[in-house]
Protein backbone atom coordinates (compact mmCIF):
# COMPACT_ATOMS: atom_id res chain seq x y z
CA UNK A 1 0.00 0.00 0.00
CA UNK A 2 1.24 3.54 -1.00
CA UNK A 3 2.52 5.66 2.09
CA UNK A 4 3.98 9.07 2.52
CA UNK A 5 4.73 11.38 5.73
CA UNK A 6 1.18 13.11 4.79
CA UNK A 7 -0.25 9.91 5.97
CA UNK A 8 1.34 10.10 9.81
CA UNK A 9 -1.48 10.96 11.45
CA UNK A 10 -1.06 13.79 14.57
CA UNK A 11 1.03 12.79 17.23
CA UNK A 12 -0.64 15.96 19.19
CA UNK A 13 -0.47 14.36 23.11
CA UNK A 14 2.39 11.70 22.34
CA UNK A 15 6.02 11.89 23.42
CA UNK A 16 8.50 10.49 20.92
CA UNK A 17 12.31 9.94 21.92
CA UNK A 18 14.63 9.22 19.06
CA UNK A 19 18.08 8.26 19.65
CA UNK A 20 20.60 10.16 17.24
CA UNK A 21 18.01 12.87 16.50
CA UNK A 22 20.74 15.50 15.92
CA UNK A 23 21.84 13.91 12.61
CA UNK A 24 20.93 12.49 9.23
CA UNK A 25 18.08 9.65 9.28
CA UNK A 26 17.31 10.50 12.70
CA UNK A 27 16.84 14.06 12.66
CA UNK A 28 14.83 13.55 9.53
CA UNK A 29 12.36 11.14 11.89
CA UNK A 30 12.67 13.65 14.56
CA UNK A 31 11.59 16.30 12.19
CA UNK A 32 8.37 14.52 11.08
CA UNK A 33 7.29 13.36 14.24
CA UNK A 34 7.35 17.03 15.92
CA UNK A 35 5.71 18.30 12.58
CA UNK A 36 2.77 16.09 13.43
CA UNK A 37 2.97 17.11 16.80
CA UNK A 38 4.84 14.74 18.68
CA UNK A 39 6.79 15.92 21.80
CA UNK A 40 10.13 15.12 20.31
CA UNK A 41 13.23 14.09 22.65
CA UNK A 42 16.35 14.05 21.09
CA UNK A 43 18.63 11.58 22.50
CA UNK A 44 22.27 12.59 21.59
CA UNK A 45 26.23 12.39 22.92
CA UNK A 46 26.27 15.90 22.03
CA UNK A 47 23.95 18.19 24.02
CA UNK A 48 25.58 21.68 22.00
CA UNK A 49 24.53 19.86 18.66
CA UNK A 50 21.18 18.11 19.76
CA UNK A 51 20.16 21.68 20.93
CA UNK A 52 20.77 23.29 17.55
CA UNK A 53 19.03 20.85 15.61
CA UNK A 54 15.84 20.37 18.13
CA UNK A 55 15.47 24.07 17.75
CA UNK A 56 15.27 23.87 14.37
CA UNK A 57 12.11 21.61 14.50
CA UNK A 58 8.58 22.85 13.50
CA UNK A 59 7.07 21.26 17.38
CA UNK A 60 7.93 20.81 21.00
CA UNK A 61 11.20 19.18 21.15
CA UNK A 62 13.65 18.23 23.97
CA UNK A 63 17.35 17.34 24.34
CA UNK A 64 18.52 14.15 26.69
CA UNK A 65 22.32 13.41 27.05
CA UNK A 66 23.00 10.22 25.59
CA UNK A 67 25.67 8.11 24.97
CA UNK A 68 25.50 4.55 23.63
CA UNK A 69 28.81 3.55 23.91
CA UNK A 70 28.06 3.67 27.97
CA UNK A 71 26.19 2.00 29.95
CA UNK A 72 26.87 4.52 32.72
CA UNK A 73 24.76 6.70 30.29
CA UNK A 74 22.24 4.83 29.10
CA UNK A 75 20.79 4.08 32.90
CA UNK A 76 21.33 8.14 33.62
CA UNK A 77 19.56 8.59 30.08
CA UNK A 78 16.37 6.07 30.72
CA UNK A 79 15.93 7.42 34.48
CA UNK A 80 15.78 11.21 33.26
CA UNK A 81 13.19 10.23 30.50
CA UNK A 82 10.86 8.26 32.88
CA UNK A 83 11.17 11.26 35.44
CA UNK A 84 10.47 14.06 33.21
CA UNK A 85 8.10 12.37 31.29
CA UNK A 86 6.55 9.39 32.83
CA UNK A 87 5.41 7.78 29.66
CA UNK A 88 6.87 6.94 25.95
CA UNK A 89 4.96 6.92 23.37
CA UNK A 90 7.50 5.65 20.57
CA UNK A 91 10.92 4.78 21.00
CA UNK A 92 12.82 4.89 18.18
CA UNK A 93 16.39 3.39 18.46
CA UNK A 94 18.07 4.93 15.52
CA UNK A 95 22.00 6.11 16.41
CA UNK A 96 24.61 4.22 14.88
CA UNK A 97 28.07 3.79 14.16
CA UNK A 98 30.06 2.42 11.06
CA UNK A 99 33.85 2.15 10.82
CA UNK A 100 34.30 4.23 14.36
CA UNK A 101 37.35 5.72 15.73
CA UNK A 102 37.74 3.17 18.55
CA UNK A 103 37.90 -0.29 18.75
CA UNK A 104 35.81 -0.49 21.97
CA UNK A 105 33.64 1.04 24.02
CA UNK A 106 33.53 2.71 27.69
CA UNK A 107 32.20 -0.98 28.70
CA UNK A 108 34.78 -2.93 26.61
CA UNK A 109 32.49 -3.83 23.98
CA UNK A 110 33.54 -4.20 20.56
CA UNK A 111 31.86 -0.28 19.34
CA UNK A 112 29.51 -1.80 16.95
CA UNK A 113 27.61 -4.59 18.88
CA UNK A 114 28.23 -2.25 22.04
CA UNK A 115 26.72 1.09 20.29
CA UNK A 116 24.28 -0.23 17.65
CA UNK A 117 22.75 -3.25 19.84
CA UNK A 118 23.98 -3.57 23.42
CA UNK A 119 23.19 0.29 23.93
CA UNK A 120 19.88 0.69 22.65
CA UNK A 121 18.78 -3.48 24.26
CA UNK A 122 20.05 -1.35 27.60
CA UNK A 123 17.69 1.57 26.53
CA UNK A 124 15.04 -0.10 25.77
CA UNK A 125 14.45 -2.36 28.61
CA UNK A 126 14.87 0.22 31.08
CA UNK A 127 12.59 2.41 29.32
CA UNK A 128 9.43 0.21 29.06
CA UNK A 129 7.92 0.66 32.73
CA UNK A 130 7.46 4.13 30.68
CA UNK A 131 5.49 2.66 27.69
CA UNK A 132 4.29 -1.08 28.32
CA UNK A 133 1.04 0.80 30.06
CA UNK A 134 0.62 3.48 26.78
CA UNK A 135 -1.80 2.51 24.52
CA UNK A 136 -0.43 2.56 20.64
CA UNK A 137 3.12 2.98 22.01
CA UNK A 138 5.61 1.88 19.35
CA UNK A 139 9.45 0.77 19.49
CA UNK A 140 11.39 1.14 16.27
CA UNK A 141 14.02 -0.37 15.93
CA UNK A 142 17.07 0.82 12.60
CA UNK A 143 18.67 -2.03 10.96
CA UNK A 144 20.34 -2.35 7.66
CA UNK A 145 19.92 -4.54 4.69
CA UNK A 146 23.62 -5.16 5.58
CA UNK A 147 21.84 -7.54 8.27
CA UNK A 148 22.18 -9.98 5.09
CA UNK A 149 25.64 -10.56 5.45
CA UNK A 150 26.11 -11.35 9.03
CA UNK A 151 25.73 -15.03 10.02
CA UNK A 152 24.89 -14.57 13.69
CA UNK A 153 26.61 -16.62 16.31
CA UNK A 154 26.87 -14.35 18.50
CA UNK A 155 28.61 -14.84 22.39
CA UNK A 156 30.72 -12.98 25.19
CA UNK A 157 34.04 -13.43 23.95
CA UNK A 158 32.92 -12.52 20.25
CA UNK A 159 31.05 -9.21 22.26
CA UNK A 160 34.58 -7.82 23.72
CA UNK A 161 37.29 -9.34 21.14
CA UNK A 162 37.97 -8.31 17.82
CA UNK A 163 39.26 -4.75 16.29
CA UNK A 164 35.85 -4.25 14.35
CA UNK A 165 36.90 -0.41 13.20
CA UNK A 166 37.05 -1.39 9.78
CA UNK A 167 35.10 -4.46 9.38
CA UNK A 168 31.90 -4.73 7.51
CA UNK A 169 31.04 -7.60 9.31
CA UNK A 170 31.01 -6.38 12.44
CA UNK A 171 28.44 -3.40 11.57
CA UNK A 172 26.67 -6.23 9.40
CA UNK A 173 26.42 -8.25 12.68
CA UNK A 174 25.17 -5.17 14.82
CA UNK A 175 22.38 -4.47 12.20
CA UNK A 176 21.51 -8.49 12.42
CA UNK A 177 21.69 -8.00 16.37
CA UNK A 178 19.26 -5.02 15.55
CA UNK A 179 16.58 -6.87 13.92
CA UNK A 180 16.73 -10.21 16.32
CA UNK A 181 16.44 -7.57 18.95
CA UNK A 182 13.31 -6.02 18.05
CA UNK A 183 11.38 -9.75 17.20
CA UNK A 184 12.64 -11.29 20.22
CA UNK A 185 10.94 -8.14 22.20
CA UNK A 186 7.85 -8.14 20.20
CA UNK A 187 7.39 -11.72 21.11
CA UNK A 188 7.96 -10.78 24.74
CA UNK A 189 5.58 -7.71 24.84
CA UNK A 190 3.03 -9.91 22.89
CA UNK A 191 3.35 -12.84 25.94
CA UNK A 192 2.97 -10.22 28.69
CA UNK A 193 -0.10 -8.56 26.90
CA UNK A 194 1.69 -5.10 27.11
CA UNK A 195 0.33 -2.50 25.32
CA UNK A 196 3.25 -2.15 23.36
CA UNK A 197 4.61 -3.25 19.90
CA UNK A 198 8.16 -4.01 19.06
CA UNK A 199 9.35 -3.12 14.99
CA UNK A 200 12.35 -3.08 13.09
CA UNK A 201 12.84 -1.11 9.60
CA UNK A 202 16.21 0.37 7.70
CA UNK A 203 16.48 2.74 5.55
CA UNK A 204 17.80 1.57 2.43
CA UNK A 205 20.57 4.20 1.77
CA UNK A 206 21.33 7.72 2.26
CA UNK A 207 24.58 9.75 2.20
CA UNK A 208 25.19 10.78 5.90
CA UNK A 209 28.04 11.15 7.99
CA UNK A 210 27.82 7.32 9.04
CA UNK A 211 29.68 6.79 5.79
CA UNK A 212 32.49 8.85 7.03
CA UNK A 213 33.62 6.40 9.12
CA UNK A 214 37.40 5.06 7.92
CA UNK A 215 36.17 2.55 5.70
CA UNK A 216 38.57 -0.13 4.56
CA UNK A 217 40.35 0.49 1.40
CA UNK A 218 38.60 -2.09 -1.48
CA UNK A 219 35.35 -0.56 -0.04
CA UNK A 220 35.25 2.60 -0.59
CA UNK A 221 34.24 2.85 -4.33
CA UNK A 222 31.86 -0.08 -4.19
CA UNK A 223 30.07 2.60 -1.05
CA UNK A 224 30.86 5.79 -3.19
CA UNK A 225 29.10 4.11 -6.14
CA UNK A 226 26.56 2.39 -4.40
CA UNK A 227 25.41 5.86 -3.02
CA UNK A 228 25.86 7.71 -5.96
CA UNK A 229 23.35 5.48 -7.49
CA UNK A 230 21.04 4.44 -4.64
CA UNK A 231 21.42 6.77 -2.08
CA UNK A 232 17.93 8.82 -1.01
CA UNK A 233 17.98 12.54 0.84
CA UNK A 234 17.60 11.42 4.78
CA UNK A 235 13.77 12.57 4.41
CA UNK A 236 12.87 9.77 1.76
CA UNK A 237 15.49 7.23 3.75
CA UNK A 238 13.24 7.70 6.85
CA UNK A 239 10.28 6.60 5.70
CA UNK A 240 9.99 3.55 6.72
CA UNK A 241 11.01 4.04 10.38
CA UNK A 242 8.43 6.77 10.17
CA UNK A 243 5.52 4.05 8.99
CA UNK A 244 6.88 1.53 11.76
CA UNK A 245 6.61 4.11 13.92
CA UNK A 246 3.33 5.68 13.32
CA UNK A 247 0.79 3.50 11.13
CA UNK A 248 -0.99 1.42 14.04
CA UNK A 249 -1.77 -0.99 10.83
CA UNK A 250 1.43 -2.09 10.69
CA UNK A 251 1.93 -4.76 13.27
CA UNK A 252 4.47 -5.58 16.16
CA UNK A 253 7.21 -7.71 14.63
CA UNK A 254 6.92 -6.11 11.29
CA UNK A 255 10.30 -5.09 9.57
CA UNK A 256 9.67 -2.65 7.00
CA UNK A 257 12.03 -1.41 3.71
CA UNK A 258 11.67 0.86 0.94
CA UNK A 259 9.90 -2.03 -1.49
CA UNK A 260 11.57 -1.39 -4.54
CA UNK A 261 15.13 -1.80 -6.51
CA UNK A 262 16.50 -3.91 -3.96
CA UNK A 263 15.01 -2.15 -0.87
CA UNK A 264 16.58 1.07 -1.63
CA UNK A 265 13.31 2.84 -3.41
CA UNK A 266 9.88 3.14 -3.58
CA UNK A 267 7.01 3.37 -0.46
CA UNK A 268 7.80 1.69 2.86
CA UNK A 269 6.73 -2.34 2.43
CA UNK A 270 7.82 -5.18 4.03
CA UNK A 271 11.47 -6.48 3.99
CA UNK A 272 12.92 -9.55 3.21
CA UNK A 273 14.89 -10.96 6.55
CA UNK A 274 17.77 -13.07 6.26
CA UNK A 275 17.33 -16.46 7.64
CA UNK A 276 19.68 -16.11 11.04
CA UNK A 277 16.93 -13.27 12.21
CA UNK A 278 13.98 -15.26 11.81
CA UNK A 279 15.40 -18.02 13.93
CA UNK A 280 13.78 -17.64 17.51
CA UNK A 281 16.44 -19.79 19.44
CA UNK A 282 19.12 -17.46 17.97
CA UNK A 283 16.81 -14.57 18.88
CA UNK A 284 16.62 -16.08 22.84
CA UNK A 285 20.05 -16.40 22.77
CA UNK A 286 21.27 -13.19 21.95
CA UNK A 287 18.64 -11.80 24.21
CA UNK A 288 20.25 -13.94 27.28
CA UNK A 289 24.14 -12.57 26.36
CA UNK A 290 22.51 -9.02 25.84
CA UNK A 291 21.13 -9.21 29.39
CA UNK A 292 23.91 -10.94 30.74
CA UNK A 293 26.42 -8.20 29.46
CA UNK A 294 24.73 -5.24 30.36
CA UNK A 295 23.39 -6.60 33.39
CA UNK A 296 19.63 -5.02 32.32
CA UNK A 297 17.14 -7.47 32.88
CA UNK A 298 13.39 -7.77 31.56
CA UNK A 299 11.09 -7.61 33.80
CA UNK A 300 13.23 -5.92 36.36
CA UNK A 301 11.29 -2.93 37.80
CA UNK A 302 12.57 0.44 36.87
CA UNK A 303 9.57 3.25 38.40
CA UNK A 304 8.60 3.36 41.68
CA UNK A 305 4.98 2.08 42.22
CA UNK A 306 4.85 5.47 43.82
CA UNK A 307 6.19 7.59 40.78
CA UNK A 308 4.09 4.85 38.39
CA UNK A 309 0.90 6.43 40.37
CA UNK A 310 2.10 10.44 40.12
CA UNK A 311 2.39 10.32 36.21
CA UNK A 312 -0.34 7.63 35.87
N1 LIG B 1 22.82 5.98 5.95
C1 LIG B 1 22.61 4.77 5.46
O1 LIG B 1 22.85 4.49 4.26
C2 LIG B 1 22.06 3.69 6.33
C3 LIG B 1 21.78 2.45 5.74
C4 LIG B 1 21.26 1.44 6.55
C5 LIG B 1 21.04 1.67 7.89
N2 LIG B 1 21.35 2.87 8.44
C6 LIG B 1 21.12 3.05 9.88
O2 LIG B 1 20.43 4.26 10.09
C7 LIG B 1 20.73 4.75 11.41
C8 LIG B 1 21.06 6.23 11.34
O3 LIG B 1 22.23 6.40 10.61
P1 LIG B 1 22.52 7.72 9.74
O4 LIG B 1 22.76 7.25 8.36
O5 LIG B 1 21.52 8.76 10.01
O6 LIG B 1 23.95 8.11 10.35
P2 LIG B 1 24.49 9.49 10.97
O7 LIG B 1 24.08 10.64 10.14
O8 LIG B 1 25.95 9.24 11.18
O9 LIG B 1 23.74 9.59 12.35
C9 LIG B 1 24.02 8.69 13.37
C10 LIG B 1 23.54 9.27 14.67
O10 LIG B 1 23.90 8.36 15.72
C11 LIG B 1 24.52 9.09 16.74
N3 LIG B 1 25.46 8.31 17.53
C12 LIG B 1 26.59 7.70 17.11
N4 LIG B 1 27.21 7.11 18.15
C13 LIG B 1 26.45 7.37 19.25
C14 LIG B 1 26.57 7.04 20.61
N5 LIG B 1 27.62 6.37 21.10
N6 LIG B 1 25.60 7.45 21.46
C15 LIG B 1 24.55 8.17 21.01
N7 LIG B 1 24.39 8.52 19.73
C16 LIG B 1 25.33 8.12 18.86
C17 LIG B 1 25.24 10.21 16.02
O11 LIG B 1 25.57 11.20 16.94
P3 LIG B 1 26.90 12.09 16.78
O12 LIG B 1 26.46 13.23 15.94
O13 LIG B 1 27.24 12.44 18.19
O14 LIG B 1 27.95 11.22 16.14
C18 LIG B 1 24.19 10.61 15.00
O15 LIG B 1 23.24 11.46 15.57
C19 LIG B 1 21.86 3.87 11.93
O16 LIG B 1 21.33 2.92 12.82
C20 LIG B 1 22.40 3.19 10.68
O17 LIG B 1 22.97 1.93 10.97
C21 LIG B 1 21.84 3.90 7.69
Redesign the pocket.
Known amino acids: MAWSTTDIPCQRGRVALV?????????ATARALAARGARTVL????VD?GRAAAAGLAGPADVVR????SLESVRRAAAEVRDRYGRLDVLVN?????FPPRPYTEDGFETHFG??HL?HFALTVLLLDAMRQVPGSRIVT?????HRIAPGGFDAAGARSGDGRRSVAAYGRS?LA?LMFSRELQRRLADEGAETVSLAA???????????GDAPAPLRPVGRAALRFL?RP?GR?AEPVLRAATDHRVPGGAHLAPGRLVETRGAPAPARSSRVSRDARAQLDLWELSEELTGVRYGQRTTSPRAARRHG
Open positions: TGGSAGIGLACRDRLDLGNAGVMVNGVTSLAKNHPGLSATALWHAPA
